[in-house]
């Protein structure tokens, strides 16, 4: 018997390093903020940036857990009543872990399936994992807009 196999071009590990250096980096955005600014500071009618993470928080770690105990969930950021810099932070460090956790957690046959995400969004698992990565690259671009616009520096995209 013959069999063949797809070459692989990144394994189940490395894209959650991959993602993981993102939220390390995403981390450090938040980090570089006044604690003023994070919650209030916009521009051309965006969020402040402590919105944008809050929404980042609601997403990847519940959507895992979703995801493993194949139940699509409600999207919901009501429990996310965060009104400080460090319940952000904290709250980043907490989600992060259930997301090592979670990812972990899915067979790499699994990642082909089509998973209805937060009941509104119907691909497969793994487009659902490039869609969390790249929501948080969308946003973090924004805090690096908000950030240079403030006068800060902020950290180098290409450190995570």
């Known amino acids: 018997m013959n069999t063949t196999t797809s070459p ?5 590990e490395d894209l959650l ?3 993981l250096g993102h939220r390390n980096l995403t981390r450090r955005v938040i980090e570089a903020f006044p604690e003023k600014d994070l919650f209030e500071f916009s ?8 919105a944008l993470s809050i929404e980042l928080l609601s997403i990847g770690g519940p959507a895992l857990k979703s995801i493993v105990s194949n139940e699509a969930t409600p999207y919901d950021e ?4 965060l009104t400080t810099k460090e319940q952000i932070l904290q709250k980043w460090d907490e989600q992060t872990d ?12 699994r990642f082909s399936e089509t998973f209805n995400l937060f009941g509104q969004y119907e691909f497969p698992i793994i ?3 490039f869609y969390f ?11 690096f807009v908000y950030l240079r616009a ?9 450190e995570r």
């Open 8 to 12: 692989q071009v990144i394994s189940q």
């Open 78 to 81: 009501s429990g996310s009543a």
């Open 150 to 158: 403030l006068g800060i520096e902020p950290p180098m995209f290409w």
């Open 17 to 19: 390093r991959h993602w």
């Open 98 to 109: 259930v997301i090592k956790t979670y990812f972990n957690q899915i067979p790499l046959e």
């Open 43 to 50: 521009i051309g009618g965006m969020r402040p940036f402590a």
């Open 133 to 143: 990565i790249d929501n948080e690259i969308h946003h973090r671009g924004q805090g």
């Open 127 to 129: 487009e659902n994992i």
